[in-house]
């Protein structure tokens, strides 16, 4: 007979090593793969810091006094152990009005953001488009987008009972609309480094 498998403990245990890392390296499970990844480059940190600066600007920030309906936050650490997973995403962004914000003081975020961006680097290309995009499929993400500095392209994925599937690609020098910034005109000539 053989032994059943104890996924708890397993998750636990590769969170643990997780947790034994350096600072400087970032380390990731999706749907139990341990991922680990270099720092990013300007590059990537250029594309990411511009995505959330146009995003907050024309829906993260209230007028007044107003409470925005959208929280973006950097590289926050989102963990689930049901889809044995956390996550480490580029940028990630709750709605107020449907998902709820996570709260204030939370290291390790169990509340799932309702998008989350990944910036594509030659060193993650493979993971981001692979498990990490499984992962937040059973994680129940809404949507992902993928910038790739690299080709300068944006791509939108829509979750489908579980499975990000794509819905949205723009080159470059074009303008970018998805889901669910449909609002929002993103100028991909300005947002990636030449």
């Known amino acids: 007979m053989s032994a059943v498998p104890d996924f708890k403990a397993d998750f636990l245990g590769l969170e643990r090593l997780v947790e034994a890392q350096p600072e400087n390296v970032r380390a990731e499970i999706a749907s139990g793969v341990f991922l680990m990844s270099p720092r990013p480059s300007v590059r990537h940190s250029h594309t990411q810091a511009q995505l959330v600066r146009i995003l907050d600007a024309a829906v993260g920030s209230g007028e007044g006094s107003e409470i925005p309906d959208w929280l973006f936050l950097v590289e926050p650490e989102l963990r689930s152990p049901r889809a044995f997973s956390r996550l480490i995403p580029d940028v990630a962004g709750w709605r107020r009005s449907t998902t709820g914000w996570p709260g204030p ?90």
């Open 105 to 194: 003081d939370e290291a390790l975020i169990a509340r799932m953001p309702e998008w989350v961006l990944e910036v594509i680097s030659p060193g993650t290309r493979e993971a981001d488009r692979g498990p990490k995009c499984e992962a937040y499929g059973a994680m129940g993400i809404g949507w992902l987008w993928l910038a790739d500095p690299y080709q300068k392209t944006v791509e939108s994925f829509v979750n489908v009972r579980g499975t990000l599937v794509p819905e949205v690609t723009s080159g470059p020098d074009r303008m970018f609309l998805a889901p669910p910034f449909e609002s929002v005109r993103i100028d991909l000539g300005r947002l990636f480094l030449d």
